[in-house]
């Protein structure tokens, strides 16, 4: 199967299946602390922040989801204008399609979005499957992006039909890949959750920051079945439906022990009440994935920007009327 048809199946079958992890993503675990008199107007309480080293409206972000593909980049369209008419960060998905085809993305994504941080975005894996610094940069370059997203996949590349599976050796090759890189290099999950020494080893080899996307929102193991025809492969992928670690979990377990760690919370988050809930316990953004993309899907920029609205909003309400945060009972 063609990395075109398999991204476009993707998309197909994570708007039409369920493709939620069994695992929650751990929020409910952490209650917000109301405060009944906030003593602040909320017309002029404000949820600006900053994010490599541009201010943005709150800390959320339009995370990675699909990319190289037309449809892909028809999504992405939909998003990248969102995200620049609300002034929020957007992450591209991986760029994998263009190294390999040796082009750029139809998107001008920079002229869309002048102002806000834009993310590129590879697969780590591939470093071992032939890719260069000088394809890391070429991703970077093709869309002016801020910083660089290695995704790592380990449990999908394992479940899908020929996928790439030498993660061997990977430490040392995005060590040396941050150790001069123009821009910053941050590691993501894609939803089974970056654990604390994990987290602790890659900041201390060069990486930025550390988005976690842990267990509770997409399962690509369940998408990887769907796709997969081999009856054999399905039942091999049946116990990891609720593999991985909370977002939650993943987001606490580093911010208690290595405070300086900078964290991105993304898996699982469905609203803006969890995004603050994922602030308070030491995020410094929140991302937004699957709630984004039937919207964006149907091509429709005006959906896009009202279902960001309404979790700003929420966002935004759920800190005004918040002095803290607790384990829930």
């Known amino acids: 199967m063609s990395i075109a048809l398999r991204k476009k199946n993707h998309i197909d079958i994570c708007l039409s299946k369920d493709v939620r992890s069994k695992t929650t993503n751990g929020f409910e675990k952490f209650r917000l602390i109301h405060n009944a008199l906030p003593e602040e107007d909320f017309t002029a309480f404000s949820t600006e922040s900053s994010f490599l080293g541009k201010k943005i409206s709150a800390p959320l972000m339009i995370s990675s989801m699909t990319g190289g593909t037309e449809e892909g980049e028809q999504i992405n369209r939909c998003l990248a204008e969102a995200a620049a008419e609300l002034n929020l960060p957007f992450a591209i998905g991986s760029q994998r399609i263009y190294i390999q085809e040796k082009r750029n993305p139809r998107v001008p994504y920079r002229k869309i979005a002048p102002s806000i941080p834009i993310l590129a975005n590879l697969g780590a894996v591939q470093l071992n499957y032939g890719f260069t610094r000088d394809d890391c940069l070429r991703a970077v370059e093709m869309i002016d992006a801020d910083a660089l997203i290695l995704h790592l996949n380990p449990l999908q590349e ?18 040396a890949l941050c150790h001069d890189f123009p821009v910053p290099v941050i590691v993501k999950e894609v939803g089974w959750g970056i654990n604390c020494r994990l987290a602790k080893i890659l900041t201390d080899i060069g990486v930025s920051m550390i988005d976690v996307a842990g267990a509770g929102g997409t399962s690509w193991s369940k998408v990887e079945s769907f796709i997969c025809e081999n009856i054999r492969m399905q039942r091999i992928a049946e116990p990891f439906d609720d593999w991985g670690i909370p977002t939650a979990e993943c987001i606490s377990s580093i911010h208690e022990k290595y405070p300086e760690i900078e964290i991105i919370a993304s898996g699982g988050i469905s609203n803006g009440a969890e995004a603050a809930k994922a602030i308070r316990i030491g995020a410094k953004l929140a991302g937004f994935a699957a709630r984004l993309l039937p919207a964006a899907s149907g091509k429709n920029t005006e959906a896009v920007k009202e279902e960001l609205s309404v979790i700003m909003q929420q ?15």
Request: no cysteine; glycine share 10%.
């Open 315 to 329: 966002y935004k309400i759920a800190q005004f009327l918040s002095s803290g945060i607790e384990k829930a009972e």
């Open 158 to 175: 394992l479940i899908q039909q020929n996928g790439d599976t030498d993660f061997s050796g990977l430490m040392n090759k995005i060590a």
